[in-house]
T-cell receptor, first 117, second 112 residues
Framework: NAGVTQTPKFRVLKTGQSMTLLCAQDMNHEYMYWYRQDPGMGLRLIHYSVGEGTTAKGEVPDGYNVSRLKKQNFLLGLESAAPSQTSVYFC????????????????FGPGTRLLVL | DAKTTQPTSMDCAEGRAANLPCNHSTISGNEYVYWYRQIHSQGPQYIIHGLKNNETNEMASLIITEDRKSSTLILPHATLRDTAVYYCIVSAGGTSYGKLTFGQGTILTVHP
């Protein structure tokens, strides 16, 4: 049971290039999330998904797109990378239900460090 | 969701108990208190959560005051590996997608 995995671990892009970050979970979780974390700041939600085939915007969605074609995978795309997107990206997942209070028990991946030059 | 206030940093000696406070004076009746931590360069890790009763698991204990306006996370025997940023989060849960709002957290440094 690998939990939540992210690919790649680190990437350097030039301004204007595109790339896709992959998040995979093997816990059969319904909900998946993409966050970004900048130095000295907490995590901010980019996009999320409540199930296969569904996606929705979080707090900071501009410049990103997502897809959830398979339940276990959640992809984050940058169509035209900008230096402001230099950050550490975390994926998380959680089950749909788990009793009261367990809704916010999210499981996080190890992160992807992205540098945009 | 209610806002939380935590000290910016704390120190603790290895083997001693680490007591991390959190103030959430505007907490609503249906909001839970969650604690996560983030060890350097890793993803956040769930520790514990509670509503109004004290809770304990294999990682930590959570003490919530009777008026629920503050809480304390207790790591009973801190080790060097417990050095991390600890986040106290208050959330009602049950939203359509779930929501975690991470603040600045408390940087806990465990010394030998």
């Amino acid at each position: 049971n690998a939990g939540v995995t992210q690919t790649p671990k680190f990437r350097v892009l030039k301004t204007g290039q595109s790339m896709t970050l992959l998040c995979a979970q093997d816990m059969n979780h319904e909900y998946m999330y993409w966050y970004r974390q900048d130095p000295g700041m907490g995590l901010r939600l980019i996009h999320y998904s409540v199930g296969e085939g569904t996606t929705a915007k979080g707090e900071v969605p501009d410049g990103y797109n997502v897809s959830r074609l398979k339940k276990q995978n959640f992809l984050l795309g940058l169509e035209s990378a900008a230096p402001s997107q230099t950050s550490v990206y975390f994926c998380a997942s959680r089950p749909r239900t788990g009793g009261r209070g367990y809704q916010e028990t999210q499981y996080f991946g190890p992160g992807t460090r992205l540098l945009v030059l | 969701d209610a806002k939380t206030t935590q000290p910016t940093s704390m120190d603790c000696a290895e083997g001693r108990a680490a007591n991390l406070p959190c103030n959430h004076s505007t907490i609503s009746g249906n909001e839970y208190v969650y604690w996560y931590r983030q060890i350097h360069s890793q993803g956040p890790q769930y520790i514990i959560h509670g509503l109004k009763n004290n809770e304990t698991n294999e990682m930590a204990s959570l003490i919530i005051t009777e008026d629920r306006k503050s809480s304390t996370l207790i790591l009973p025997h801190a080790t060097l590996r417990d050095t991390a940023v600890y986040y106290c989060i208050v959330s009602a849960g049950g939203t359509s997608y779930g929501k975690l709002t991470f603040g600045q957290g408390t940087i806990l440094t465990v010394h030998p």
